[in-house]
């Protein structure tokens, strides 16, 4: 199982535009891994907007955005032309980055189990390795009185990291 300090597993799938992308293409940069179920489902269209929208204040904080999912190249094409996505998704069919992210796994879902896609978010530090990671992630959570974006969550954290190191 995969910890914060741990060196993150590399892995090479393709994007979106079916160009084959590795992890450590981003050597040097902070990188914002996020792994999700499904394009075009309530809660990762909400997920992926939210990164989308706060893709400028990531990118002031030098780091990048990537989304997982098991969804084809195809999909993420209409996915992000539908909702006018800012991000670089990967196409992992095969589950192979999910599996090395533990982001792939047993659910339970009204009593029957099964496996599938564990939503996590994994900020990897410019030296490679894992600086902070959250699995069964929730898009929005009640904080309050009031609705939090997990991206707001994972970008406020990144800003910490950034000003520890």
């Given at each position: ?8 597993p590399n892995f090479t ?153």
């Amino acid at each position: 199982m995969i910890q914060a300090g741990d060196k993150a597993p590399n892995f090479t799938i393709k994007d979106q535009d079916d160009k084959e992308i590795s992890l450590t293409d981003f050597s040097g940069k902070w990188i914002v891994l996020y792994f999700y179920p499904k394009d075009n489902t309530s809660g990762c269209t909400k997920e992926a907007c939210d990164f989308t929208d706060s893709t400028d204040d990531f990118s002031n904080l030098d780091a990048v955005i990537i989304g997982v999912s098991p969804d084809s190249s195809e999909s993420h094409r209409k996915f992000i032309a539908k909702h006018k996505l800012g991000l670089t998704l990967l196409s992992d069919p095969d589950k192979i980055a999910h599996k090395l992210y533990g982001a792939w796994g047993l659910k339970k879902n009204y009593g029957k189990e099964y496996e599938g896609v564990i939503r996590s978010t994994f900020i990897i530090s410019p030296d490679g390795k894992v600086a902070e990671m959250w699995k069964n992630v929730r898009v929005r959570v009640k904080r309050k009185d009031r609705e939090v974006k997990h991206a707001d969550i994972v970008k406020d954290k990144l800003d910490e990291l950034r000003s520890a190191g």
